[in-house]
């Protein structure tokens, strides 16, 4: 009986990779259910699918879906080299500019890269609900590092994936263009330090942490 419902665990629970790709160092996270066919990428890195096309072939699984966090370079310049006819591509409207024109950030990005646009099929908004192999992932828009920062909270597994809101240890830059660190601290204080103090943050850069973690030590945004 025991080994049965750890097997039903074990059918139900997420597969989540972490990636660290493209030429600063963003982490890109690839998720699917095991047993399943199907594969959601949060985030998108320049030349990632030199990595996650293998990866897909590996665990034989068809890339569905493209999250993107928000619209900076070294977060979707990868993915139109992924997205075939069928793809749904998830972006908010605020950083529509850089999805489609990534190259106005080029002055903030390596010389020689190569800014692939991408076309988003689906945008999303705060309070949005989007399924995730069956479980609620919750929408919420994170403004103040770009104008079109999104997160998305899975509940029931106590993860979030963040972007560049914040760090372990550190926050999004507020100094880009497009950028506030008012709209920052407030999207910090009321979108993540509101969530469960266990939830885990997935942060696009670096190791990952928990709301409680950050609620204590970050010394750049303190709770309300
Ligand atoms: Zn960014």
Redesign the pocket.
């Known amino acids: 009986m025991q080994s049965l419902i750890r097997l039903s665990d074990l059918m139900s629970s997420l597969r989540i990779e972490k990636l660290e790709l493209g030429p600063i160092g963003t982490n890109a996270y690839l998720v699917w259910k095991c047993g399943g066919g199907d594969a959601v990428l949060i985030d998108a890195p320049p030349n990632c699918s030199e990595t996650i096309k293998p990866l897909l072939e590996k665990e034989s699984l068809v890339l569905r879906e493209i999250w993107l966090t ?1 619209g ?1 370079w ?2 979707m310049a990868g993915a139109a080299d992924l997205v075939g006819d069928d793809t749904v591509v998830i972006g908010h409207r605020d950083d529509k500019t850089l999805f489609e024109q990534p190259a106005v950030m080029s002055a903030f990005a390596m010389p020689g890269m190569d800014f692939k646009p991408v076309t988003i099929t689906k945008w999303v908004e705060a309070g949005d609900s989007l399924d995730l192999f069956g479980k609620e992932v919750v929408v919420n828009h994170c403004p103040g ?2 104008p079109g920062n999104v997160i998305f909270w899975i509940k029931e597994e106590a993860i979030c994936f963040v ?2 809101v914040i760090f372990a240890g550190s926050i ?2 507020a100094d ?1 263009p497009g950028g506030n660190f008012e709209a920052l601290e407030k999207s910090i204080q009321t979108c993540i330090y509101t969530l469960p103090e266990e939830t885990k943050l997935l942060s ?1 850069h670096g190791p990952d942490t928990t709301v409680g973690d950050e609620r204590r030590d970050n010394p750049f945004v303190r709770p309300v």
């Open positions: 928000h900076h070294d977060h590092h770009c972007g560049d999004g830059r880009l696009g």
